[in-house]
């Protein structure tokens, strides 16, 4: 079972819709989790992190459920710009520096 | 501020040939590097970090070798490529408190093709 799992997609939505896309993670020590994003051919970046009580960042909201183990992340009215690949990221407890990546879910906002 | 380079961006390599990508870091002293892999349909693999000149940690075992010669500069190299090498190589830096913000701050990539 993969680490870090989520559904590659691609989600394909009009411009304006609300989408949530989900995202499982194997290790009950998993310590801190975040979202990055990555455009086509690009490199990853920080979208915003995960926190435990949710967290809201203008259109992106995270949520946490550490007994379902699971995080998400819902786009509020799309826009085409935020096509891109949403990347889940966990850190686990004690795991030094380093992150674990899931494989991304893609998005296509649509006119 | 700080950035990050890597080069080259893109190269194609005959099976068997040797590796060098050179990654730098400007504007922190000290950094945590790292050297992920991403292959087509899969997500960021973790190949080396390194928290000081010298110290060196492999994730995975493979045909790849990593060196920090210099606080701020990062080397991915290989003395014989193999077809499943192909890739897009991203280095990256963090503060040492990685925990606080989970935040890397990756380079533009070098997108290898062996052949």
């Known amino acids: 079972r993969k680490e870090v799992e989520q559904d590659p997609g691609p989600f394909n939505v009009p411009e304006g819709a609300t989408v949530a896309f989900n995202c499982t993670y194997s290790n009950s020590a998993s310590q801190s989790f975040f979202w990055y994003r990555q455009d086509c051919r690009k490199e990853p970046k920080l979208l915003m992190s995960?926190?435990?009580s949710g967290n809201e960042d203008g259109r992106f909201t995270a949520q946490l459920n550490r007994a379902s183990q699971y995080i998400s992340l819902l786009i509020r009215d799309s826009k085409l710009s935020d096509s891109a690949t949403y990347l889940c990221v966990v850190k686990l407890t004690g795991g030094g520096n380093k992150l674990t990546f899931g494989t991304g879910t893609q998005l296509k906002v649509e006119l | 501020s700080q950035t990050i380079h890597q080069w080259p961006a893109t190269l194609v390599q005959p099976v068997g040939s040797p590796l060098s990508l050179e990654c730098t870091v400007e504007g922190t002293s000290n950094p945590n590097l790292y050297w992920y892999r991403q292959a087509a349909g899969r997500g960021l693999q973790l190949l080396f970090y390194?928290?000081?000149?010298?110290?060196i940690s492999s994730e995975v075992p493979q045909n790849l070798s990593a060196s920090r010669p210099q606080d701020r500069q990062f080397i991915l190299s290989s003395k014989k490529l193999l077809l499943s090498d192909s890739g897009f190589y991203l280095c990256a830096w963090s503060e040492l408190q990685l925990a606080n913000t989970g935040e890397l701050f990756f380079g533009e990539g070098s997108r290898l093709t062996v052949l």
């Open positions: 995960v926190y435990s």
């Open positions: 390194s928290v000081g000149i010298g110290q």
